[in-house]
Structures are given as structure tokens and as C-alpha cells.
């Protein structure tokens, strides 16, 4: 019998819902009812378990999982035995130092024997050493803004998407101390069969993501004009080329990057591009 790949996902919140959309456009059909924590694949040999963010590297580690989605911040405190696999480039944010509005913050130097609150204890003890900069940490698990002001500390250290949180509890960013985003973390001990399931897997996820940066591209243009399109546009070092009804004319097809056809739009026009179609791609095979 063929064995199963487990994927451990964060339970709830903005990331599992990003991480099981990108399982399901991937391929990979299973159920995610609220109540569920384990989920069989139907056309995948996968089971995917329902989990707390920070206990999927331990479970990873302890071999009941074999891969997890979390936030690179999470696989950096844990220091449990996994490898990170792949950056999947959604879940930015930062782990950012955050002081009270009123204080004057010039440099890190600001820290010194201050006591700092924070989830992150061992992201920020690094920090601090390569600071050069003696501080006190105090751990704890929640409500990391609400610390300086009932006095349990001077700063804190904490996750920051869009900073309104801190805003709110009359705290100002003044550093950042890692940038994080979703990433692929595995066992170092899967065998060959389960190591050839997260290689498919993340040939999928390359092709999802790739083709989400690009755009099939459409447009009739004069043949007069075919040459000088296809160096405005990267990408279209060879496009297709088929002749339209209308004498003189033809239509192109091709894959390009969305930001570079935006920078170009004017002078596609210029040459006589007309009727642009920008499609987008579901999966794209480099």
C-alpha cells in the first residue's frame, strides 16, 4: 500500500485559509469542515491535519507530521529539527520592536536595559546579541501591545501587518527585527516515497505561483510592427504569430510578467497594437 504524505496546517485564522486555497488550487480535493483536525485528500496520497501554528514544527519533529505551512517566524523560534523548503510569498509580515508614542527613539541603543515583551523570546535574544545590546525579555503568549502600558515592560516585540493594532495601544514601530512570510517546512526524515510526494507538491506550487505573476497575452498588431512589439515586451522573444482575415495584420500570443505589460501599454499602442486581451493563467509549467 502506497503511503500518504501528512500536511500540518495552522486550525484557523488568515493563514490556514491561505495555506488550504493554495492546496486546492493545487490540485488537492479535500473536505475542511470547522470541527474536522484530520482531512483525507480524495485525489492525492495526502491527509492534512488541522493544527496549532506553533505546535506544527514539534509535531514535525516528532514525525507525526511530515510537512507544515506556517509563518517563518514560527519555524525560527521553535528551532526544532525541520528544513525550510520554500518561501510561498503570502502571510507578510514583520516582527518589529514597538515603544510607546511618547518616548524619544533614536537608535537599538534605546533598549538597553529596558524590558522588552514578546512572543518571539529567541528571535529577540538574537537580535539583541548582534546588537551588541543587554535588555531583559519577559515571554509571554498574548496581548504583547497591552504590556508597557499596565507596566510589565518598556517595549515590545511583536508580529505587525499593518501596524493599527499598536496604533491603537499608543505604540509606535521603530524597528524590525525579521520580516516573515508563509513558507513549506519538512521532516529531515522522510523517506523516498513521502520525499517524492513533497517534491510533486512543490512542483505544483511553483507552477500555481508562477502563473500568477504572468498573463497570457493577446493583441493584433500590423506585420509592419511585429519586430519593434516584440522588443518592448520581455518575454516575447518568440511569440506566436498568426496572420489575421485582414491583409497586413496579425495577431500575437505570448506569456509576460503583469508589471512589465503595464510599464508598456503606451507604446504597444504606439506601434499599432489593438485589441489586447490580458487573460489570466491557472498553472504554468516552466
Not at 519555524?75 to 520554500?86: G, Y
Not at 518598556?154 to 513558507?183: H, M, P, Q, R, Y
Not at 516515497?193 to 497570457?216: G, T
Request: proline fraction near 3%; charged fraction near 25%.
Amino acid at each position: 500500500m502506497s503511503q500518504k504524505i501528512r500536511i500540518a496546517v495552522q486550525k484557523s485564522g488568515r493563514l490556514q485559509e491561505q495555506s488550504v486555497k493554495l492546496l486546492k488550487e493545487c490540485g488537492i480535493s479535500f473536505g475542511n469542515g470547522s470541527s474536522k483536525l484530520k482531512a483525507e485528500a480524495d485525489n492525492f496520497p495526502a491527509e492534512i491535519l488541522f493544527l496549532r501554528d506553533d505546535d506544527i514544527p514539534q509535531y514535525i519533529e516528532d514525525n507525526v507530521a511530515d510537512i507544515g505551512i506556517i509563518g517563518e517566524n514560527v519555524f525560527i523560534e521553535k528551532q526544532k529539527q525541520n528544513e525550510l523548503v520554500l518561501r510561498l510569498g503570502f502571510a507578510k509580515c514583520r516582527l518589529s520592536i514597538a515603544v510607546p508614542k511618547s518616548e524619544e527613539y533614536k537608535s537599538s541603543d534605546w533598549l538597553k536595559g529596558k524590558k522588552i515583551a514578546t512572543s518571539y523570546p529567541i528571535i529577540v535574544k538574537n537580535y539583541l546579541d548582534q546588537k551588541n545590546i543587554t535588555a531583559e525579555i519577559h515571554e509571554i503568549s498574548g496581548s504583547v501591545e497591552i504590556a508597557p502600558s499596565i507596566g510589565l515592560a518598556d517595549a515590545v516585540c511583536d508580529i505587525v501587518s499593518t501596524g493599527s493594532t499598536l496604533l491603537t495601544n499608543g505604540l509606535k514601530e521603530v524597528d524590525t527585527v525579521l520580516k516573515s512570510e508563509a513558507v513549506i517546512i519538512a521532516s529531515n526524515n522522510l523517506n523516498s516515497e513521502k520525499y517524492a510526494l513533497l517534491q510533486e507538491l512543490v512542483f505544483r506550487i511553483n507552477a500555481v505561483n508562477e502563473a500568477k505573476s504572468n498573463k497570457y497575452l493577446l493583441l493584433n498588431a500590423p506585420n509592419s510592427s511585429i519586430e519593434a512589439i516584440t522588443e518592448v515586451l520581455p518575454g516575447m522573444k518568440s511569440p506566436t504569430v498568426m496572420p489575421l482575415k485582414e491583409e497586413g495584420w496579425s495577431s500575437l500570443h505570448s506569456v509576460v510578467n503583469e508589471n512589465d505589460f503595464w510599464n508598456q501599454i503606451s507604446k504597444l499602442k504606439e506601434l499599432g497594437a489593438q485589441g489586447i486581451l490580458v487573460i489570466p493563467i491557472e498553472k504554468m509549467i516552466l
